[in-house]
């Protein structure tokens, strides 16, 4: 079974592996994004361009059904392009993207930093866990924590690989992948009790300086929560050859 079944046209059928942890009946955003990134991919595609920034903002929870991605070109350009996506279900629209490519040419690449550790083997309890054993994205992916642990308080670094499709008969690519997990920062770095607390993410922004590669995807991530209800998480990625950019979520923290 995949995250996805597709029905053509821009729908699709959600699977229990969409499902995320504050509502059974609601999906994760990492799987909505990886198929906005999806859908991206096979509009308006130019050999050169690449996808180097994705926004996500979150207009309300993404039921676990049927729903219908549409995508537009905003800007069309020979060194830059921007792209817009939209993810409606039952006639009512649950999120907006924005994209831009840019155009490879030769630059001189900068020293960057490697993972901060290989990928670890699995933990003895791995697949009892709350990641591991509950809802179903989070079932779905193989998580490897490298510091922090699930629901523990504090910053995280974990590596995520996606053991599932995303698109049912689809080969998953390497920025799918990357999209799928980019979601999860606050879900791994909570700076409050999950059992006491809400803190949802309103957008996601995800830029990347180079593409990713691989099954494999590093996550370093940090959460801060203000005083009047506000969070932030910040994330640096990573595929085994070191880092290819960061997310930001901007969260909405509150009592359970």
């Known amino acids: 079974m995949a995250m996805y079944e597709a029905l053509g046209a ?14 059974p009946g609601a999906q ?11 859908e991206l991919a096979a509009t308006a595609p130019r ?24 995508t537009d070109v905003r800007r069309d350009g020979k060194r830059v ?13 649950h999120c907006r993207a924005t994209a831009w490519r840019i155009r490879e040419s030769a630059t001189p690449a900068t020293p960057v930093p490697g993972p901060p550790a290989p990928v670890p083997p699995p933990s003895p309890g791995q697949r009892d866990s709350w990641l591991g054993s509950g809802f179903g ?5 193989d998580w490897r924590f490298v510091a922090g642990r699930p629901l ?8 995520g690989r ?10 998953t690519t390497p920025l799918e992948r990357l999209a799928v997990l980019a979601d999860s920062g606050n879900g791994v770095s909570p700076a409050v009790d999950f059992a006491t607390h809400l803190f949802v993410n309103v957008d996601l922004t995800i830029s990347l300086f ?14 801060v929560v203000g005083p009047s209800g506000r969070g932030l998480t910040r994330s640096t990625l990573y595929d085994e050859s070191g880092e290819v950019g960061t997310a930001t979520q901007t969260l909405f923290v509150a009592p359970r």
């Not at 050999?47 to 549409?70: F, I, K, N, Q, W």
């Not at 994205?137 to 992916?141: I, Q, T, V």
């Not at 996606?162 to 080969?171: D, I, Q, S």
């Open 162 to 171: 996606l053991t599932v499709p995303l698109v049912e008969g689809e080969e």
């Open 28 to 38: 994760h955003m990492g799987p909505v994004t990886a198929l906005i990134a999806h």
């Open 10 to 23: 821009g729908r699709y059928l959600a699977t229990e592996y969409t499902q995320g942890p504050w509502d």
């Open 210 to 223: 180079r593409a990713p590669a691989g099954e494999w995807i590093c996550m370093d991530a940090a959460t």
């Open 47 to 70: 050999p050169g361009l690449e996808l180097s920034r994705l926004v996500v903002d979150v207009y309300g929870p993404v039921p676990v059904g049927e729903l219908e991605v549409r």
């Open 137 to 141: 994205y989070g079932r779905a992916m």
């Open 81 to 93: 392009q921007c792209l817009s996506a939209s993810v409606s279900s039952g006639g009512r629209e």
């Open 152 to 159: 523990e308080v504090g910053p995280a670094t974990v590596w």
